[in-house]
């Protein structure tokens, strides 16, 4: 998803590409160069029986995994507060939808995926009118 969305956003672009370390995308690349690099070492120790490649693997494997669980329950005990934190983020995105174009690329994503609009409902696009 990453590379996809600086293309779609254009960030690739030679004037925009100043600007590529404060995009928001750029942690969908990272962690899929990562998540690739540990598969690829998994596949290559794997081929060649190496074992020094299988432990990096696994240590990758276990990694992801335990950061997997520690975001979940970190989430799930902030709860409340990363719901009420998220509203007020989507309404300032839809305030601020002409304005910005990443925020405009989130939103629209956002709203294609789940086939909704605005945060409440539709009521909520009239403030940015």
Same mark, same amino acid.
């Given at each position: 998803f990453g590379i996809w969305g600086l293309l779609d956003k254009?960030?690739? *672009?030679?004037?925009?590409?100043?600007?590529?370390?404060?995009?928001?995308?750029?942690?969908? *690349?990272v962690v899929g160069v990562a998540v690739s690099t540990v598969s690829l070492a998994g596949c290559m120790g794997a081929l060649y029986e190496n074992t020094c490649l299988l432990k990096f693997f696994t240590g990758g494997v276990i990694t992801f995994v335990l950061l997997e669980i520690l975001g979940g329950l970190v989430l799930y005990s902030l709860r409340h507060q990363v719901k009420g934190s998220l509203q007020n983020t989507m309404l300032v995105a839809v305030l601020r939808y002409q304005d910005d174009p990443d925020l405009r690329f989130i939103m629209d994503e956002i709203q294609m995926g789940l086939q909704c609009c605005g945060v409440e409902s539709y009521q909520d696009w009239k403030m940015n009118v």
């Open positions: 254009e960030s690739l *672009v030679s004037e925009r590409i100043a600007h590529l370390g404060s995009d928001p995308m750029l942690f969908f *690349v």
